[in-house]
Nanobody, 125 residues
Framework: QVHLVESGGGLVQAGGSLRLSCAAS?????????VCWFRQAPGKEREFVAA????????YNEDSAKGRVTISRDNAENTVALQMNSLKPEDTAVYYC?????????????????WGQGTQVTVSS
């Protein structure tokens, strides 16, 4: 059985940084076609943040993440990290790690069959 567990969330001041981590059990990350991060703010739709492919290719949400966020995978440690810098209050959300075994639209939540429970990120102004 596959489990994804996120960690690293918390409260940070605007301009600060956080590093989120997603750990997998039941299957190694190297077997997933894509691993990604989504986020969901209160009252809003779940939004794509960043994705990394099996081969290490990265893709970002141009509007909200580009230039401030870095996604990386460590196949040896079986983790995927999301480094977030220059955080803004509008980055406040629950951040979810998700993974899929098959190729699809990286920014479409329906592409991912495995999801973690999420980790809360709160950015104060």
């Amino acid at each position: 059985q596959v489990h994804l567990v996120e960690s690293g969330g918390g409260l940070v001041q605007a301009g600060g940084s956080l590093r989120l981590s997603c750990a997998a059990s039941g299957r190694t990350f190297s077997t997933y076609a894509m691993v990604c991060w989504f986020r969901q703010a209160p009252g809003k739709e779940r939004e794509f943040v960043a994705a990394v492919s099996r081969g290490g290719r990265t893709t970002y949400n141009e509007d909200s993440a580009k230039g401030r966020v870095t996604i990386s995978r460590d196949n040896a440690e079986n983790t995927v990290a999301l480094q977030m810098n220059s955080l803004k209050p509008e980055d406040t959300a629950v951040y979810y790690c998700a993974a899929t075994l098959v190729w699809g639209s990286y920014s479409d939540r329906a592409s991912y069959e495995y999801w973690g429970q999420g980790t809360q990120v709160t950015v104060s102004s």
